[in-house]
């Protein structure tokens, strides 16, 4: 699978997800740093990759905006460093690294999480909470 790293995600995903055979697109240190949202998720979807953010505006806007995209993934903690961040990001592999996630939009927060289709997908017409830990399927 390959993934998009937005500029506030931890450069040190792109080794987590190379260990599980992952590929990671990371645009720092190329004249594409500081690009403005939308040329970043445009990128990823160019390269057919999941959209790898912190940002939350992310969640609700991607689901209204885009019909068919690669799948995004929102990491928002109340103390958002690189270790929380990562430790979320491998529960989501855990649990979601053999699921289809195009035009699924994932909110990883501390205790809970939550996926949106976008506007336009019958296959799963509602939002789908779940909870961290061994209820998570």
Known sequence: MRFFLDENF?????????????EAIDIRGTSLEGANDSVLFDLAQDGQAVFLTTDRDFFHT??????CHHGVVVVTLRQ?????ILERLEWFLDHFENTALENRVFRLK???????????DSSSAAEEPGEFGGHCT
């Open 80 to 84: 958002p460093n690189r270790a929380n």
């Open 62 to 67: 991607v689901p209204h905006l885009y019909d």
């Open 110 to 120: 501390d205790e809970t999480y939550r996926v949106l289709p976008t506007r336009h």
């Open 10 to 22: 931890p450069k040190t995903a792109a080794a987590l997800l190379a260990s599980r055979g992952h």
